[in-house]
């Protein structure tokens, strides 16, 4: 039996030897990036629009479009991660990724866990409502009926600021929107980008506002620490902001979505000033 | 559109992707259930043997593995290995080291019950014929181990198959991440998650289910 505990000695210091070919310690910096000729991100997978895979099983996206950006300019390679929700801090604090540009919204809690560069993408409050009654100027609202979803920003959003406001609240968002349908209310608050693309498909319906309340941005996020990729990338979305990039990224990947009369500035954010 | 949810299997080469998610999924299930069995057998040798510690270490292995959620060993490996010690694994060697350190344990288990599950009197049988330790284990252990084995080997194998769906939480594209793709990328179709999960139903059904006709034929051979 001794030969046997042997056996599986050996072969668990040779799976540690091989792992340790692999050792990474810490975050990669700007130089280290630049010499390995690739660039690791983190993307969604799923998102459409703003990280998915297409029929064709290539990336694409609003996120992607600013990656593959990143690496042509670092002079790397890209190589994707597909990362979900839940674990996009962990896979900078594990160091699996160099950047996250998965929808990142900024909020000060993920902010102590992982460092923020300059936003790229802007969220607030949209309403839609009926393009026979037009809700262009929340004031409107007073005293008539908004619909909103339980447990959203909207609803805190408004209940706090505009109290004059009729709230009919839904449990889920396709509730809600058969709500407005059915004419239960005079508008309906949400996302922007969400009243936005559902305005699209239902004709008769325009989001007479389409940026309210606090502002959220989306930023791309490196390991906490890492200063010199994050100073390039803020230096980076500066400079693109001078050519616009951040528009022709919404011109090729979400006007499609958002529709032609949607002001691309109201989800754009150019060289990171808000 | 409306209610063509089938179509979006078909667009592009979403087909392809599906197929080639399988291959992946088969991989590190084929690797792993190769790595379970032989050292499996091995976990199972230590589990008998008369040192303490080689039956304590097994112990704990072995219950570790029974308590520990799969999902929780892969982001240990994955993600924790990465922090504490500096070790940067690819998902599917994470996968392959978690499954086998599962499939190890269970298998050892299972070898371990199918051999003590032997009746005494034929090895003491065996060798009042005059039969010598290997020829015993040659010819009446080892074949009737292995009948008694099979049936849970495969029920455990089919079990490693189905939980490498696991494995897309720690970025590797397999069946399972791919149909999530193509759903993310039609998300207005509401009935493509019907047609996408229908068919990664089925992709695993065409993998599991040739594994336990295989089984049942062997079984009804041997007997």
Known sequence: ?274 | MQGLGISVLFKGINFQRLLLGLWVTLRIALITIGISLVLGLIFGLLMMSRSKIARAVCRVWLEIVRFMPQLVLLYIVYFGFARLFGVNLDGETSAVIVFSFWGTAEMGDLFRGALTSIPKHQRESAAALGLTKAQINRYILLPQTARRLLPQAINLSTRIIKTTALVKMINVTEVLKVGQQIIGQFYREPSAAFWVYATVFLLYFLICWPISLLAGRLERYWN
């Open chain 1, 1 to 274: 039996m001794k030969r046997f505990v042997k056996v599986i000695a050996l072969a668990l210091s040779l799976v540690l030897v091989l792992a340790s070919a692999a050792l990474a310690d810490g975050f990669r910096t700007l130089d280290e990036v630049k010499e390995s000729g690739k660039i690791t991100i983190g993307l969604f997978h799923d998102k459409k629009p703003f990280g998915y895979v297409d029929e064709n099983g290539e990336y694409q996206g609003y996120d992607v479009y600013l990656a593959r950006r990143l690496a042509e300019d670092l002079g790397v390679e890209l190589d994707i991660v597909a990362v979900d929700a839940p674990n996009r801090i962990e896979f900078l604090q594990s160091f699996k990724v160099d950047v996250i540009l998965a929808n990142f919204t900024y909020t000060d809690e993920r902010a102590e866990q992982v460092d923020f560069a300059l936003p790229y993408m802007k969220v607030a409050l949209g309403v839609v409502s009926p393009e026979s009654a037009l809700v262009t100027d929340v004031e409107q609202l007073n005293g008539k009926k908004l619909i909103v979803s339980k447990g959203t920003t909207a609803e805190t959003y408004f209940e706090k600021n505009y109290p004059d406001v009729e709230l009919v609240k839904y449990d889920s968002y396709t509730d809600a929107y058969l709500g407005l349908l059915d004419g239960r209310g005079d508008g309906l608050s949400t996302d922007n980008t969400e009243v936005l693309a559902w305005a699209i498909e239902n004709p008769g319906f325009a989001v007479g506002i389409e940026s309210l309340g606090d502002l959220d941005t989306i930023n791309p996020a490196v390991s906490k620490g890492n200063e010199t990729l994050l100073a390039w990338i803020n230096e980076e979305i500066v400079k693109l902001g001078e050519e616009n990039f951040f528009h022709a990224d919404y011109e090729a990947t979400l006007r499609e979505t958002y529709g032609e009369n949607a002001d691309a500035d109201s989800l754009v954010v150019e060289g990171g000033v808000l």
